[in-house]
């Protein structure tokens, strides 16, 4: 169930019920039937199992409420980004955000098509970081940025004679018309570098976030099987920490 409004147990306790009896389910099966939830740190913190039994009449030790893993596991993931020594990472994400927003519409997703033709490319369509979605999203961002690097880098080239005619010695005219065309394309990101995706570093990061977010995405989807049991979450997440070591280690 969704957390809507709701400031307290008891509350969230209502939205389960009133949403499981949306679906037909009564609160006689429930109290009879209901083993075990997960649920995420918003309804651990606020007591949902203890709530949950007084609005069904039921036996606290009835019931088995667990922090759902795959919440778990995103959270462990954005602690590990907040870390100092991992300041680089969200540096390139914001990299990486700049480039898929710049080239998602308008003129400038003209150009990416054009490009990629130009450049005997086939291309994934841009992809946006959505913070408030498991890291399937932001797999997809870097295996994008990844597929489509020869496109960007070629536009990203582009950019930069654009911008060093803009500054030349060229007529007035033309610096104009060349300042009206990247307005137009995107007014908020055009001062991207070229330098910020040319480099090996930039290259070689992406590789390694493509591979490690590809470890996660299986963990993640493991984890998120409803029909598995709470144990086999665990190894889950077992396994998931043993690919990581090995892959460090190749590092």
């Not at 679906?23 to 429930?30: D, P, Q, S, V, Y």
């Not at 709530?51 to 667990?66: F, N, P, Y």
């Not at 049991?229 to 892959?247: F, T």
Request: proline share 1%.
């Amino acid at each position: 169930p969704f957390c809507q409004t709701e400031l307290t147990g008891e509350d969230l306790a209502g939205n389960c019920v009133r949403l499981l009896e949306a679906f037909g389910l009564k609160r006689t099966a429930l109290k009879e039937q209901l083993t075990g939830c997960a649920v995420d740190g918003a309804y651990v913190n606020f007591q949902i199992e203890k709530h949950l039994c007084q609005k069904l009449g039921m036996r606290e030790k009835w019931l088995i409420v667990s922090w759902d893993s795959a919440h778990l596991l995103e959270l462990a993931i954005n602690d590990a980004k907040k870390q100092s020594k991992f300041f680089w990472l969200q540096r390139f994400i914001k990299t990486c955000g700049t480039l898929m927003n710049k080239y998602s519409y308008g003129k400038q997703y003209e150009h990416l098509l054009e490009a990629a033709e130009l450049v005997e490319e086939q291309i994934l369509q841009p992809k946006q970081f959505q913070v408030t979605r498991f890291v399937q999203c932001e797999l997809r961002v870097y295996e994008t940025v990844l597929r489509d690097w020869t496109t960007l880098y070629y536009l990203q080239e582009q950019d930069c004679v654009i911008n060093s005619l803009g500054g030349g010695d060229v007529s007035t005219r033309t610096r104009r018309n060349i300042h009206t065309e990247c307005e137009a394309g995107d007014r908020d990101n055009f001062s991207f570098k070229h330098d910020d995706i040319k480099s090996v570093d930039f290259v070689c990061k992406l590789i390694g976030l493509n591979d490690i977010y590809n470890i996660l995405v299986r963990a993640s989807m493991s984890v998120q099987q409803v029909n598995k049991y709470p144990w086999e979450h665990d190894d889950s997440i077992r396994y998931l920490q043993k690919c990581l070591n090995e892959y460090s280690k190749l590092l």
